[in-house]
């Protein structure tokens, strides 16, 4: 038997949190790469330059910088992710006359992550700010932009709160909406897309395809999000970061000053570490996701 409503929106919500925790932790170093290469694109001549000058300045730490409020970025963000996700698939379902137990298509299951999207955007774009001003703190430091400081979660969070108000949370959230919305629907799409094609191949239902096949599908999720969204989140990262000088602009005049004084190609940069990191952490937040939502609905099973 089917969980009630409620039951099955703390099971998305669980499994959302599970798939999120196992994402940051598969990819965390390259996310740091990412951040870096956005902000300070002419200081690394690549990722692997951008990797191994991190692992001098701070070792392993500092590839992990900014870890805890990645960690509540991406359970945040995943846990409320998956559960409006869950939640606009039964109102697509409401919408399009069907049962509540129908089976939806790809576009469709593709426009209801689409729209969860802004949901998790109001809690993800807090803690991503905080993650993005850790990850870039030493380039800051040495460019002269801010003094040196302790660099900790809480600093920062000291920081915007004394500096900017709680208003200071949200910077960069037009850009994360902007980015997530789009973004989403190809990470959902392509995502059932590779699971349907999986299952045509192997002649089962797409809840079975097993392990690697959902990693795979994944990670192809998360490398056609990142190609279609990626000049955006350079746009966010750089106001994110840059907004501790109380002195950067917006989403559309940071996108032209980047634009004309670094190039369309400084948009992209950062792309490489972003592609590679998108099948293990993808790969990782899809299988912790459907494996422990299976477990759980199991729980319900006659």
């Excluded at 070792?59 to 991406?74: E, F, H, K, S, W």
């Excluded at 703190?137 to 500096?163: C, F, H, L, P, T």
């Excluded at 949370?169 to 629907?185: C, D, S």
Aim: charged letters at 15%.
């Amino acid at each position: 038997m089917a969980p009630h409503q409620v039951i099955q929106a703390i099971i998305d919500l669980s499994a959302g949190a599970i798939g999120g925790a196992a994402c940051v932790f598969s990819g965390q170093p390259l996310d740091t790469a990412k951040v870096k290469m956005q902000t300070f694109p002419s200081l690394y001549r690549g990722s692997i330059h951008c990797i191994l000058s991190t692992y001098k300045q701070d070792g392993v730490r500092g590839l992990y910088q900014g870890t805890i409020p990645a960690l509540m970025a991406n359970i945040a963000e995943n846990s409320v992710l998956f559960m409006s996700y869950g939640f606009c698939q039964q109102v697509i379902r409401f919408a399009a006359g069907l049962h509540h137990d129908a089976v939806l298509s790809n576009m469709q299951k593709a426009c209801a992550g689409s729209v969860a999207s802004i949901f998790s955007s109001l809690v993800l774009c807090p803690t991503e700010l905080v993650k993005c001003r850790l990850q870039a703190m030493y380039e800051m430091e040495m460019s002269g932009k801010i003094a040196k400081s302790n660099n900790s979660v809480w600093s920062v969070v000291k920081s915007i709160m004394r500096n900017e108000g709680p208003q200071g949370f949200f910077q960069g959230l037009t850009t994360t909406i902007a980015r997530e919305v789009p973004g989403y629907f190809c990470f959902f799409g392509a995502y059932e897309v590779c699971r349907t094609g999986f299952a045509d191949y192997m002649e089962c239902e797409k809840d079975d395809i097993g392990a690697v096949p959902i990693a795979l599908s994944g990670g192809i999720g998360g490398a056609c999000l990142w190609l279609v969204v990626y000049p955006m989140d350079c746009v966010k990262s750089r106001i994110q970061v840059m907004s501790m000088t109380r002195k950067q602009a917006g989403f559309f005049k940071t996108f032209m000053t980047i634009a004309r004084s670094e190039g369309v190609r400084a948009l992209y940069s950062g792309l490489t570490p972003t592609i590679v990191r998108c099948f293990p952490a993808n790969g990782a937040l899809f299988l912790g996701y459907e494996v422990s939502r299976k477990l759980m609905m199991k729980q319900f099973d006659n």
